[in-house]
């Protein structure tokens, strides 16, 4: 059963990065043609940060059955996770819900960062696979 649900986290954080990419383009683009920021876009952004509540569920799960990731960095695994979960809404707050192009440009800024972030923790070891300890 374990197994399963490492792959599902595995899935679920391969989702986030890309994801995160397809918002990066999207606001970049917008941005690009000069065109604030639609109430789809928005959306997309609450749809990426509930996928990322998912895989951090999925892996306080997995921690409270006893698995870790591979190289054994929980905490590192935690704090990374919550600085995705809250940081896309965080900057929505802090540009108090501005949507002209340079919320646009800001807005790719932190999702490609989001990507890379993702791919860091996926080449350190950090999002799987997750093992007994």
Do not use: C
């Not at 954080?13 to 918002?23: D, G, K, R, V």
């Not at 409270?64 to 929980?74: I, N, T, Y």
């Amino acid at each position: 059963m374990e197994a399963i649900m490492s792959d599902i986290h595995g899935i679920l954080f391969n989702m986030q990065i890309i994801y995160s990419i397809f918002l990066g383009v999207w606001a970049a683009v917008s941005a690009a043609q000069g065109k604030s920021i639609s109430g789809n876009f928005w959306g997309a952004v609450a749809t990426y940060t509930i996928l990322i509540a998912g895989t951090l569920l999925m892996g306080v799960v997995l921690a409270l059955s006893g698995l870790r990731p591979k190289d054994g960095r929980l905490t590192l695994y935690f704090l990374y996770m919550l600085f995705l979960l809250v940081i896309m809404p965080g900057l929505f707050s802090m540009l108090r819900g501005r949507d002209d192009r340079a919320a646009g440009v800001a807005f790719a800024i932190l999702a490609f960062f989001n990507a890379s972030v993702g791919i860091s923790m996926a080449d350190r070891g950090l999002v799987g696979p997750w093992i007994d300890f």
